[in-house]
């Protein structure tokens, strides 16, 4: 997981895991899930920032479905993608996305991930954890246990720039995240740098809570968060 396509101060208190996250509770789609939804491209600066958050006809024609070993070579291909990697810096062969995306395709990693189609075309994935499942970096983010992140981009650069992300980010966060009731808030924390991720999950309602510097790396991030509506 790129933690990124993510608080001294939280503004509610939120229950801890063993209190609010029984089993039971979590929502985790295991069949084709396609829903009409926007998309978040992480791609260059290229739009017209009027139209970040404008309804458009495309928004009916996006669609949700789990990630497939199947998807595995296209996603090798959008990880290469210079749009993609200057911000994901993963450059993995075929074999290192099985040993990284093959146990959240089973169900073995608590990380659900969804290939983004638009048409049917897939152009993207998303995904979406719970921090109590990676407590390091949640401690780094002040993250509370019933707090998620979500990671997302496009990796057709034909996609990208078209103002779609605060769509996606609100849709996601409503159908997939917040569906789940343990769940109390999102955090996210693009690196400063990425303007267009900031934007965007702003227009979508986060706001900035945080600025952190994590240890390797030369960028500060904002972390962002979402409270349960």
């Known amino acids: 997981m790129w933690l990124c396509n993510s608080v001294c101060v939280i503004p509610k208190r939120c229950a801890t895991k063993r209190d609010l996250f029984p089993e039971a509770l979590f929502v985790t789609p295991k069949v084709n899930i396609r829903r009409p939804i926007g998309y978040y491209p992480l791609g260059p600066e290229i739009a017209d920032d009027r139209l970040v958050g404008t309804p458009s006809s495309m928004h009916a024609s996006i669609s949700f479905r789990p990630l497939e070993r199947s998807d595995f070579p296209l996603l090798q291909e959008w990880l290469a993608a210079p749009h993609v990697g200057v911000w994901w810096k993963e450059r993995l062969d075929l074999a290192s996305v099985e040993a990284k995306y093959g146990p959240r395709v ?3 990693e608590p990380t659900h991930v969804f290939v983004v189609e638009q048409e049917g075309r897939p152009i993207g994935w998303i995904q979406w954890y719970l921090w109590a499942d990676y407590p390091e970096h949640a401690r780094q983010l002040g993250a509370a246990p019933s707090s998620a ?10 996609m990208t720039g078209l103002g779609l992300g605060p769509v996606a980010i609100r849709e996601f966060t409503k159908q997939f995240v917040f569906v789940n009731p343990a769940v109390c808030a999102v955090v996210a924390d693009p690196e ?24 390797g790396e030369d960028s500060k ?8 509506p």
Do not use: M, P, Y
């Open 221 to 228: 991030r904002q972390v962002l968060r979402l409270d349960r």
């Open 106 to 108: 089973d169900g073995t």
């Open 149 to 158: 992140g979500i990671d997302l981009a496009i990796g057709e650069v034909k």
């Open 192 to 215: 400063e740098s990425n303007l267009r991720s900031l934007r965007a999950f702003k227009k979508a309602g986060f706001r900035v809570v945080k600025i952190v510097q994590h240890a």
